[in-house]
């Protein structure tokens, strides 16, 4: 049994090499064919896995105070009255906001022990003193001069210390870490304000009831935002964003129909060289037995290069065109290391909308063959 297995191989590899052009041609559109469908669900997958994972790591309500003529800054002594509501266990002043560089605009954000170990950092970053600064890959600086002007309510020049590495860089690309004084300074903020309050919740799932509770304790007006209200902006930002990415489902699409036409018309045209085959003694099994491995012969090879294509594509430790294409990034795109945890379902679901119907085609037209009277086959053939 294993060497009829074995011959049946070498013969069909023999009847694939009588045809080179067509079998590298089958091959590279179902390669390609796999890595456009594979790199969009594996690109779609991996930002919202990240993008959980990153709002996972930060608060669980954000509350802003707010005015009739926008936000405003907040108390900090609005962290002692969230304290009071039962549920509440830790409120978190936060200072950030975005300023302008003689290059491009960045977001500056106040250092704090939290919000450097919020980030999971695995290098060693140190808080920044005062003139001092940690800067994110995007963040240009002079060629000649570590000093990086900034300038919001007040202009300061701070000097860039440390980098973000590039792990962190979806959340740091842009991020500027200041001394909180300098970030005070830098945005208008008093000594006792804030930009807005990070709260965590003792039962995160129950974060909404507090709603109606922590709009009564503050003395102003305030928009509260949830983790999930948070996470579901970003999945609505990120299916605007990749709506024109979809329509590459299209071609594709049609692609597939094309592919397994063209399939059914190949073992239509070999209908002699079957009926010669069944003349001389093959068996209706090894028709079929043959036509199967030719096509496995063709399509698994091609459907894996393909999935490992589209997983370097999106995994690739450098690579930024995602960020350029979805997220906005015209010049220097972030570097994404985008988790990789769906990645076996995504291969598995792009495995078996292309492997179905092309080796249902397959077995469709050998079985139609097999069942054939050969002297038929070779009249229809010629």
Request: aromatic share 6%; proline share 8%.
């Given at each position: 049994m294993r060497h009829r297995r074995y011959a049946q191989f070498l013969w069909a590899g023999r009847e694939l090499l009588t045809h080179p052009g067509a079998t590298l041609l089958m091959a590279l559109s179902m390669g390609l064919l796999t890595t456009m469908m594979a790199t969009g669900l594996l690109l779609s997958q991996a930002l919202t896995a990240t993008t959980s994972r990153l709002l996972d790591q930060g608060p669980d309500l954000v509350v802003r105070r707010v005015t009739p003529n926008g936000g405003q800054p907040i108390s900090s002594q609005a962290a002692d009255l969230a304290l009071k509501i039962p549920g509440i266990t830790e409120a978190r002043p936060r200072i950030w906001g975005t300023v302008s560089t003689p290059q491009a605009a960045v977001t500056v954000v106040a250092a704090d022990r939290d919000a450097i170990a919020r980030l999971t950092i695995t290098a060693a970053?140190?808080?920044?003193?005062?003139g001092e600064a940690v800067a994110g890959s995007g963040v240009h600086l002079p060629e000649t001069d570590a000093h990086l002007v900034l300038h919001g309510t007040d202009?300061?020049?701070?000097?860039?210390?440390?980098?973000?590495?590039?792990?962190t860089d979806l959340a740091t690309h842009d991020l500027v870490m200041l001394h909180p004084d300098d970030a005070r300074r830098l945005l208008g903020l008093a000594l006792d304000?804030?930009?807005?309050?990070?709260?965590?919740?003792?039962?995160?799932?129950?974060a909404e009831a507090l709603l109606p509770e922590?709009?009564?304790v503050f003395p102003w007006p305030v928009h509260i935002a949830t983790r999930q209200e948070t996470r579901k902006h970003y999945a609505t930002a990120f299916g605007r964003r990749g709506g024109l990415a979809a329509l590459l489902y299209i071609p594709a699409v049609i692609a597939l129909a094309l592919l397994t036409a063209a399939v059914i018309r190949?073992?239509?045209?070999?209908?002699?060289?079957?009926?010669?085959?069944?003349?001389?003694g093959w068996t209706s099994r090894d028709i079929v037995g043959l036509q199967i491995t030719k096509a496995a012969i063709v399509g698994l090879p091609a459907i894996a290069g393909g999935l490992m294509l589209a997983y370097a594509l999106v995994y690739a430790?450098?690579?930024t065109w995602a960020g350029m294409l979805l997220l906005g990034w015209q010049e220097t795109a972030p570097i994404m290391h985008l988790d990789a945890g769906f990645a076996a379902p995504v291969f598995l679901e792009v495995a078996g909308i292309l492997?179905?119907?092309?080796?249902a085609a397959v077995l469709w037209s050998s079985l139609v063959q097999a069942a054939s009277n050969p002297h038929d086959l070779l009249n229809r053939g010629n």
């Open positions: 970053i140190q808080a920044p003193v005062r202009t300061i020049t701070v000097r860039i210390t440390q980098r973000f590495p590039q792990e304000e804030a930009c807005d309050l990070a709260l965590a919740v003792f039962h995160p799932d129950e922590l709009a009564r190949q073992h239509i045209g070999s209908r002699s060289r079957v009926g010669l085959l069944k003349a001389l430790p450098s690579q492997l179905i119907p092309y080796l």
